[in-house]
Every structure is written in structure tokens, then in C-alpha cells.
């Protein structure tokens, strides 16, 4: 799973709660919501919107016949505005 995959069209609110884990936290405006019954509750009261995706940031270990292997990297990605990428910045972790 990428972190684009939390920005996918849902096709119901079960669906978008699949992708957290029951003890998943999600801090926004200050406030936390700790576990998928809270998630829910947040999810139910944010209007229908939708989302333009301009970047995201995924961390992953990669391994494979290489020097150093495995590695930690930092995946930033830069999208355009038809959600192609539009860039893609591979480096340890800041």
C-alpha cells in the first residue's frame, strides 16, 4: 500500500477504514482519534471532499543483490495535476 492509497476513492466508509490498523491514530486539527471506532467517527463528520494529491512521502527498506543491502529510503514523490509523477526524490531518511 502506498500513501496514495489513502487519497483512492473509497467506495464506502468500511472500505477507507480497511486501510487502517485497529489501534491506527490519526492527529488532525490537534486532536487525535486513537482506533477505527474514533477514525469512523472522525471520517463520518469531515463534509464530502475531494483531493488534488501534489506530493507524498513513503519510507521503505529495500533489499537486493547490492552493496549495503538491505537500505532504509525515502521515497518523496511530486505529482502534476493530472496525478502523473511529476518527480521522484530517492534518499535516507532526513
Partial sequence: MTPISYFAPA???D???A??????V?????R??????AIRAWRAAVPPVTHAVRSAV???EVA????????????RFDYAVDGRIS?????PPR
Avoid: K, Q, W, Y
Avoid at 64 to 75: A, I, Q, R
Avoid at 87 to 91: D, E, K, N, T, V
Fill in 11 to 13: 467506495p464506502d466508509l
Fill in 15 to 17: 472500505a477507507f477504514l
Fill in 19 to 24: 486501510l487502517f490498523t485497529e489501534d491506527a
Fill in 26 to 30: 490519526v492527529a488532525d486539527e490537534d
Fill in 32 to 37: 487525535e482519534h486513537r482506533g477505527t471506532d
Fill in 58 to 60: 513513503a519510507v521503505a
Fill in 64 to 75: 537486493g543483490e547490492f552493496p549495503g543491502s538491505p537500505v532504509t529510503l525515502e521515497f
Fill in 87 to 91: 518527480g521522484l526524490r530517492i534518499a
